[in-house]
């Protein structure tokens, strides 16, 4: 149920939909006086809300029938025409009146405004918050600490305090944009006002706030408006509206808004819509060239960019993932609950190998021809990839289904992007693509969500610049990333003083850019995709040892791409069913690169009933069924040379570890600290708050397996997974042998790297189940 504010007396100055609607929300939420009218709302009629005639709504309006309309309704206890006669012991003064009336009413307010409570807060709903900023400085002569400017993001092509609607702001957006001195209390208590009416508060500055509507609110009624007149004006009016299809209803049916209303907001906020219409007018009229030429491949260009960016960005805000593009602060995050025990049977096939996807975009957007990809991981981190080259002007149809046709632009056919290139949480993506645009011609800069930035990338951007790349970063050698575009690339032999298949990719890729030879020294064998790929690609990648290397200045030529299923992914489940009593379980069609199979390596030494049948090659990569039975396991001393082999793979096998038999020790994975979380503390942590026995070393752990053949190895507990996706899936498989209840916090970027692990985890017989959690700890 939603809680009413904690507000005495709450001044409402404009009734009109807004105004009148938010009087019906907190009514329905159980705020103030309940009449037989208000009892429509929804509002509590019992005693325990604890609210008295104290609690009370109030309003001024310059129309009195709006007021005594808004009486009889319940929605207010009273009302005027004058502010002043309702300003007295106000605590919370909403200001909801159009935009150009603002700075009359803030000059009459600032005038009365010490009639009202001592610990008063204002707040306004304005849609333009640099014309109300200005207007407040006017009034008041500052910006004062109670004032919390806010838009809700919520409308009617209504109007009038008679089309109140209480649900009006459910599950819609209110953007506050507090100033730096504004009180933190006052802040709180308008968040609470609009949690009460429903809304899910978020936060921006003024600028970013103006900018972000004028290009999704202001430009479509705009266009709207300019389309509905235009078609309105000729002669053949009524035929055209009369065959119109809902397609023409949709996009006008913004056109029916108050017209006034809307006068106001682009006067207002006339700067930054004209910048909006500037870009949309550079946009139509690159489609209208394309038109006239009938340039299809143009047009499927800019078709396919906007259908998938579309579906690509409601995917992220629908899973509550950072969306940079607005830079709003998310308050929920997604729990996991796992019950204790479980069985693991079936046949399944996991998503297509994230690696692989990665690169087949990559190198398909560079090639010449059409690449045409099966396989693809439909996954956030690797739509995240294949949006970015969307942005630059390559043309992708899909994802369908796992498959994608990447129409290649050649080396040299990249496109400045309009804006920073978004690459939510992938490390892969942003170390790939600092490569391989450290020689564009264009300036780019790479952004991605709050846990990828902060993530080391001074690993690829150190040598890179040795390269003469020009690169900035954040604090630290943090993300965003700032590529200087223009710069010529010279070879160079780098020893890598960590082995890292990202850092060897991303210098290859930049390697293709320079002049002469790029070789690349690695202190141990790390995953070989992209050599591969670059091979199945007709550009030729040589290798001695332990160094690789190429020269600049070749193609590449489009070829088919067949992605296999994730080992990466795969290995939740075959630790999953290695630990799992009378476990039968057969993963389909699974990439055995011999540079990704450590956890195979390593499941086997311990023990694991684990073969591998159907081996066969596709597109270059070696590929087969894994089929895994129970079998008791036994601690081992973890071979380093298989380390960087099973370097992500490693959560899911210390919950192997903690269900063996003795003390599994690794050494030389210092590479864990920096993945989406320090890997070794989080899952010390997680292991800890199961009960099983570990010692925590800088490069490594050991962990003293629980060794039983039946019943649970460790307790339940609460998992902190700090948004890491491989420590979220790995404390759910480990709920099949503890004694009581996992709960772990913060997964909701599992979908980046495994979308379907739910659905997969249940079919196998897992019992997990979703919630919503705002709060830390279980």
């Not at 293709?512 to 591969?532: F, I, M, S, W």
């Not at 599994?664 to 600290?673: K, N, S």
Request: with cysteine.
């Amino acid at each position: 149920m939603k809680q009413p504010p904690d507000e005495r007396r709450i001044l409402i100055v404009g009734l009109g939909l807004i105004g009148g609607s938010l009087a019906a929300a907190l009514r329905a939420a159980g705020f103030g006086a309940v009449t037989e009218s208000a009892a429509r709302f929804g509002a509590a009629t019992d005693s325990s809300a604890g609210f008295g005639a104290a609690n009370e709504i109030v309003a001024c309006d310059p129309d009195a029938d709006e007021i005594a309309r808004g009486v009889d309704m319940g929605l207010i206890d009273r009302g005027d025409t004058c502010l002043e006669a309702m300003v007295d012991g106000a605590t919370l003064v909403v200001l909801a009146v159009p935009v150009l009336a603002m700075a009359g009413v803030m000059k009459a307010l600032a005038a009365c405004l010490d009639h009202a409570a001592p610990d008063v807060v204002v707040t306004d709903v304005g849609s333009t918050k640099a014309a109300i900023r200005e207007a407040a400085l006017a009034a008041f002569g500052r910006m004062p600490a109670n004032l919390v400017l806010g838009h809700p993001i919520a409308g009617s092509e209504k109007n009038g305090v008679a089309a109140a609607n209480p649900r009006l702001f459910d599950r819609h957006k209110v953007i506050l944009t507090p100033e730096p001195d504004t009180d933190p209390a006052a802040t709180a208590r308008v968040r609470a006002l609009w949690a009460a009416a429903g809304a899910e508060v978020l936060e921006m500055d003024v600028a970013r706030h103006d900018q972000v509507l004028a290009r999704t609110s202001h430009l479509p009624h705009l266009l709207a408006f300019s389309l509905v007149d235009t078609l309105a004006r000729q002669d053949e009016r009524l035929e055209i509206f009369r065959y119109a299809a809902g397609g023409f209803r949709d996009f006008t049916r913004i056109a029916g808004s108050d017209p006034v209303m809307w006068r106001d907001i682009f006067v207002a906020n006339r700067d930054a819509v004209l910048a909006s219409l500037d870009d949309f007018e550079v946009g139509i009229a690159r489609l209208r060239r394309a038109v006239e030429r009938g340039d299809g491949d143009a047009m499927l260009a800019t078709f396919d960019r906007a259908s998938h960016a579309r579906h690509y960005f409601e995917s992220l805000l629908n899973q509550t993932s950072y969306q940079a593009e607005y830079q709003m602060q998310q308050h929920g995050k997604l729990r996991y609950r796992v019950s204790p025990g479980g069985g693991v049977n079936g046949r399944i096939r996991v998503p297509g190998d994230k690696s692989i996807s990665h690169r087949s975009i990559m190198l398909g957007a560079l090639a010449e021809g059409v690449t045409e990809v099966k396989g693809f991981l439909e996954g956030e981190d690797s739509l995240a990839t294949l949006q970015a080259f969307r942005e630059m002007g390559v043309a992708i149809e899909g994802p369908h289904q796992g498959r994608v046709t990447v129409h290649g632009v050649g080396m040299h056919g990249l496109k400045a992007p309009s804006g920073p290139l978004y690459v939510g949480n992938a490390g892969t993506a942003m170390r790939l693509f600092a490569g391989l645009l450290a020689g564009q011609a264009f300036d780019t800069e790479l952004t991605g969500d709050a846990s990828l930035t902060r993530r080391p990338m001074g690993r690829v951007a150190d040598p890179l610049r040795l390269m003469g790349a020009e690169i900035d970063t954040a604090e630290g050698g943090r993300p965003p990333l700032q590529l200087h575009g223009g710069k010529s690339l010279q070879g160079i032999s780098y020893d890598m003083p960590m082995a890292s298949a990202q850092v060897k990719s991303c210098l290859l890729l930049a390697g293709l850019y320079a002049q002469g030879e790029t070789r690349v020294r690695e202190p141990a064998p790390t995953r070989d995709h992209t050599e591969r790929m670059l091979q199945g690609f007709g550009y030729e990648v040589h290798r001695d040892g332990d160094t690789c290397w190429l020269h600049g200045g070749g193609k590449l030529t489009a070829a088919p791409i067949d992605v296999p299923s994730d080992i990466s992914s795969a290995a939740f489940f075959l630790v999953a069913a290695a630990i799992t009593p009378e476990s039968d379980l057969v993963l389909e069609h699974v990439g055995i690169n011999p540079t990704r199979i450590g956890v195979i390596n390593i499941l086997q030494l311990m023990g694991a009933d684990l073969r591998l049948d159907n081996q066969h090659e596709v597109g270059g990569e070696p590929v087969a069924d894994l089929h895994i039975r129970y079998a008791p396991l036994k601690g081992i001393e973890i071979p380093v040379d298989q380390v960087p082999l099973a370097i992500d793979e490693f959560p899911a096998l210390f919950i192997a570890a903690a269900n063996a038999e003795g003390t599994t020790r690794l050494q030389g994975a210092e590479e864990l600290r920096v993945k989406e979380s320090d890997r070794l503390q989080a899952m010390a942590d997680g292991l800890a708050s199961l009960g099983v026995e570990h010692s925590l070393r800088e490069d490594g752990i050991n962990i003293v397996g629980g060794g039983s053949t039946e019943g649970p190895n460790y307790g339940g507990g609460w998992i902190d997974s700090l948004g890491d996706h491989r420590i979220a899936m790995a404390f759910t498989i480990a709920a099949l042998r503890a004694s009581e209840e996992i709960v772990i916090d913060d997964c909701a970027n599992v979908a980046t790297s495994f979308p379907g692990f739910i659905d997969l985890a249940r079919r196998v017989g897992l019992s997990l189940h979703e919630e919503q959690s705002s709060e830390e700890g279980a």
